[in-house]
């Protein structure tokens, strides 16, 4: 395990709109704001054709390939994520949804697209002093927390 410390700062209530691309809009929010570091909840509908990254097509072999999943309908969500600045200063975002319809559910990594239906609710929390940053990790080709 590692660690580091930071300072709660602002709390911003957000409003996702229809058609917005979730980690564009939330990554661009956060430039503007000046914002480093955050954690962030989310609710509300993902549209039909986003797409969320499932998990490895097998588990402890390399090279990691992705697997996804598009959504073939509307689905209620519900997530929760974090930014922190990759090694260019960028705000990354790291979000996992869980996309329901009926009685399934699918959950993932929003990375790949996952755009709003009529509405996403978000609640980000700014981190303060924090020096945590995402790093290229040779081995598994992921952008690692550094914290």
Known sequence: MKYSEAKPGRVFVIRLEDG???????EQFAKEQSIQAAS??????????SVLVTGPAQGRVTPIVPTTKV???VHEVAGTGTIFPNADGEPV???HMACGRGTSTVTGCI???VT????MEVVLYE????TGTRLPDAAT????LIP
């Open 127 to 130: 981190l303060n002093d924090c």
């Open 40 to 49: 962030l909840i989310i609710l509300g509908g993902a549209d039909k054709g």
């Open 116 to 119: 709003v239906w009529q509405v």
């Open 141 to 144: 080709g992921f952008e690692l």
């Open 20 to 26: 917005d691309v979730v980690h564009e809009t939330l």
């Open 93 to 95: 975002l790291h979000m």
């Open 111 to 113: 990375r790949s697209g």
């Open 71 to 73: 959504l073939d309908n």
